[in-house]
């Protein structure tokens, strides 16, 4: 039903900034904005690990690693989905993912991977020191 794709990645140093957009291929009959959106990021060697969310009414969620650096926004006219990332330190070089949501399953957190049943296929960010 949704096909997302990342752009936007690359390397900066510390203290730079990125900005991520996951565009969003939706089939006929469903609308995006009915969709919960979410980044995930992956470092090598760890787990993959939630850092921003959206529902579908703009409500937003962080990881407490990000709050007050991320920012997570949505465009509904334009199917997708930015991550504004500023003040960016070395730990949060990782692999960043977009996903999308039909369903919420409500005894979970937004940062739970099962939520997600759309993903896209990542986009490297390094930070440098």
């Known amino acids: 039903q949704v096909r997302l794709v990342e752009s936007g990645g690359g390397s900066v140093q510390a203290g730079g900034s990125l900005r991520l957009s996951c565009a969003a291929s939706?089939?006929?009959?469903?609308?995006?904005?009915?969709?919960?959106l979410a980044w995930f990021r992956q470092a090598p060697g760890k787990e993959r690990e939630g850092v921003a969310a959206?529902?579908?009414?703009?409500?937003?969620k962080y990881a407490d690693s990000v709050k007050g650096r991320f920012t997570i926004d949505r465009d509904n006219a334009k199917n997708t989905l930015s991550l504004q990332m500023d003040s960016l330190k070395t730990e949060d070089t990782a692999m960043y993912y977009c996903?999308?949501?039909?369903?919420?399953?409500?005894?979970?957190?937004?940062?739970?991977?099962?939520?997600?049943?759309?993903w896209g296929q990542g986009t490297q960010v390094t930070v440098s020191s």
């Open positions: 959206i529902d579908s009414d703009g409500r937003t």
């Open positions: 996903a999308a949501g039909s369903r919420r399953l409500l005894d979970l957190s937004l940062f739970n991977q099962r939520q997600y049943n759309y």
């Open positions: 939706v089939a006929s009959g469903y609308t995006y904005s009915n969709y919960f």
